[in-house]
Each structure stands twice: as structure tokens, then as C-alpha cells.
């Protein structure tokens, strides 16, 4: 294709933004003709009244249940629960109400739910292809309305991962099987933004999860499938987040930073997830290596991981550092190359200090120096990277390279 063409199809759910925006969400679910709609989130959040009173009213008449079964670990099982429970009560749509966790859950219960077949079926095909088959193009999905209270930026996003549950108990996280789903019929229908909702989410949450979204602004602008449309929202999005992300270190962050930071990871994910692609990658995959096989959240990984994974990409490719620079305004005529490419890593880990996340990968429990080449090999064959800048040739060597810096 000539390098001024591209296509971009992307179809990402309303976004209502604002304080007690939840309030609308009764006549969002009236405009779609939903009737009986479940709310799935853990059970942590299902009992606390100041998050679940207003989500409650705001649905209304139209709320048939809770499914607070979710957990940080996505399992298989509990997603083929919640498609059960939607089947024998003639549930019409979900509401994920949470962190990734329960907006991932919510997509693969969608999926379930589209069809009849058995558990061990499913688990079978995960186990053969890596992935879950999705019932026939021409069978329609549930609406999702997303009601995010952290900051991943999972919920303008058609993808969501799972773990097999087979009997995790005595195996390390490496050994369950993960698997992933993809697919247009999953982009959630509407999106609310409520910054009350957010505002009862303890600031570090917040800022473990905003690490997250805001690589995934940074690598919109060098993944190889960028173009034009996502250029301008990943660079605005990555300026918000960083001029306005130390703000979550404040005893009480105002509802004005509040609202610049979603509109920051709004505009950061915009277009991340589209049928012909997904623009995370090489960030993406060492955070996957670690996350999937420590236990640690997987915005701390992105947290120790971004500043030492950009330094080796500049060192491979351009990265379209000219771009980033932009971004976070550490732009200079005079600057080499070198020089532009050293003060967006700094920006990087100055954002991430500000946020007072771990910054050595020593700080996480269970990690030995001698994990290296194993990590190394799980970034390698981590599908994001396939993401990644076209002339990126990730070695062996390079990437246990990496992960000695971040030690």
C-alpha cells in the first residue's frame, strides 16, 4: 500500500462523560430496547453503596441483577456462569461496573452466551487454537454499557483475555492457559464516564491502572498500524495524561484533573482495538511476560517496564520519536536524534515517579534474575509484538537485555 493510503474502521461505543452521568443510563438501556439488564463487577464493589445506590438508580426499572462473581484472574468458569445465569433469566444486556477485570469478563459472557455450546468444548478449542471461537458473524451480541472505575482503557476496546480454569490451585500463573477474543459484536454500545464513580477509587488504584492507559497512548504513535486519525488522538492523549496524571498523588484530585485525565485516556485508546488490528505491542508484551507470571498488577509492570522498553526501541528503530516528543513537549529543533529519543524515556519515568509506582522489577515478589531468559522468550512469542515497529527485530539476547536494566 503506498505509504499515504490507509483504512481505519472503527465503530467505539457513546461516551457520556461527566459527573453523575450515570443518571443516564436508564434511557441509554430504553433507546436500545434493553429490558433486563445485569450488572457484573466483584464482589468487593458490590458492596459499597456510594458506587453501587447511583449505578442502581440509574438503571432503574430495567435492572434485573447483580453477577459479582468477577476476579482479577478472569477465569473461564465464572465467564461461562454469568452466560448460564443470562440464559435462564433472559438477560438483555450487561453493565460492567469496575476495573479491565470486569469489563474482559462482561465481552467473554457475551461471547458465551451467543451460543449453546458446552464448557468442555470451548475449553478444548482454547487449548488447541489459543483463542475462542465466537458464534457465527450473522448472530447479534449483547449490548455491553461500560461503567469503568479505574483507568486501563479497556471499555472502548473490542478484545478481552481469560484464563482456563483447570484447577489452578498448586500451578504457577504460566502454567493456566490464557486465551483471547477479538471481535466487533464485542465493542461495548455506550461507555459512561462518571467522575463521581471515579472519585470513590482510592488514588493509587487509580494510578496502578492510568500506567496502562497511558502506554497505550505512547504506543498508538509507533505501532506499525498507525495512520493519520489515530497520530492525532494518541498525541493528545498522551499530553493530557502527562501534564495531568500527578494530580492522582494528591490527597483529593478535583473533578476538573479528574475529567482532563479520562478525556486523556479516552483519547489514548481511541482506535487502539479495530477489526484489522490492535495497537499495543511491544510495551504490551513485556508487561504480559511479567504480569502473567508474577503476581503483580499489570499497570506495575507497565510502570517498571516503559522507560527501559522505549530506551531499547530507540535504540533498534526511530519510533517515531518525533511524534512522542510532540507529545509530551520535549520538542527541539536542535536536539539530535539521541537526545530526543533520551527525553521522552525521562518523560516517561518522570510521569511514572510522579505516580510513585515501583520503578525496579526486583521490587516484585518472586523474581529471580535467573526468570531472564524465560521472560525474554514469553515477550518474543507474546502476539502484540507483531504490533510493533516494522523494523523491530526482537533477539533473545536484546530482550534478557532489557529485563537486566529493569532489574
Excluded at 214 to 229: A, C, Q, S, V, W
Amino acid at each position: 500500500m503506498d505509504g499515504n493510503a490507509y483504512s481505519f474502521e472503527y465503530q467505539p461505543g457513546t461516551i457520556h462523560h461527566g459527573p453523575g452521568i450515570v443518571a443516564e443510563l436508564g434511557s441509554e438501556l430504553e433507546r436500545h430496547g434493553v429490558s433486563r439488564a445485569l450488572i457484573v463487577t466483584d464482589a468487593t464493589l458490590a458492596d459499597v453503596p456510594v458506587v453501587m445506590e447511583p449505578l442502581r438508580d440509574g438503571i432503574g426499572e430495567r435492572l434485573h441483577g447483580v453477577f459479582d462473581d468477577i476476579t482479577p484472574e478472569k477465569y473461564l468458569r465464572d465467564a461461562a456462569a454469568g452466560a448460564r445465569r443470562v440464559h435462564e433469566e433472559d438477560i438483555d444486556a450487561l453493565v460492567p461496573l469496575g476495573g479491565g477485570s470486569s469489563l474482559d469478563m462482561a465481552k467473554q459472557i457475551s461471547a458465551l452466551a451467543g451460543h449453546d455450546r458446552p464448557l468442555n468444548e470451548v475449553t478444548d478449542e482454547i487449548l488447541d487454537r489459543g483463542e475462542m471461537i465466537l458464534p457465527d458473524d450473522e448472530v447479534a451480541l449483547m449490548d455491553i454499557f461500560a461503567v469503568p472505575t479505574t483507568l486501563p482503557g479497556a471499555d472502548l476496546s473490542q478484545v478481552a483475555g481469560i484464563k482456563l480454569s483447570l484447577d489452578p490451585e498448586g500451578k504457577s500463573k504460566d502454567e493456566i492457559p490464557s486465551a483471547g477474543v477479538s471481535d466487533s459484536r464485542l465493542m461495548p454500545t455506550a461507555v459512561f464516564h462518571d467522575l463521581d464513580l471515579f472519585a470513590t477509587t482510592p488514588n493509587p488504584i487509580l494510578a496502578r491502572s492510568a500506567m496502562n492507559g497511558f502506554d497505550k497512548g505512547i504506543e498508538m504513535l509507533y505501532t506499525r498500524h498507525h495512520n493519520p486519525l489515530t497520530d492525532g488522538t494518541a498525541v493528545r492523549g498522551v499530553r493530557l495524561l502527562h501534564e495531568n496524571l500527578p494530580e492522582l498523588t494528591d490527597d483529593s484530585t478535583s473533578e476538573a484533573d479528574l475529567s482532563r485525565i479520562l478525556q486523556g485516556i479516552a483519547a489514548a485508546q481511541y482506535g487502539l482495538s479495530t477489526p484489522n488490528a490492535y495497537r499495543a505491542s511491544v510495551i504490551h508484551s513485556f508487561g504480559h511476560a511479567i504480569a502473567r507470571n508474577y503476581t503483580v498488577q499489570q499497570g506495575v509492570a507497565h510502570a517498571i517496564a516503559a522507560p527501559h522498553v522505549l530506551r531499547y526501541l530507540f535504540e533498534q528503530v526511530d519510533g517515531r520519536r518525533d511524534l512522542l516528543s510532540e507529545a509530551f513537549d520535549v520538542g527541539d529543533e536542535a536536539a539530535t536524534p539521541d537526545e530526543t529519543a533520551a527525553a521522552i524515556v525521562d518523560a516517561v519515568a518522570e510521569t511514572r515517579d510522579a505516580l510513585d509506582l515501583p520503578s525496579q522489577l526486583r521490587a516484585v515478589d518472586g523474581t529471580e534474575k535467573g526468570h531472564f531468559p524465560a521472560l525474554a522468550k514469553a515477550v518474543i512469542e507474546d502476539p502484540f509484538m507483531e504490533a510493533g515497529p516494522e523494523d523491530l527485530e526482537a533477539t533473545q539476547s536484546d530482550i534478557e537485555a532489557v529485563f537486566e536494566q529493569m532489574w
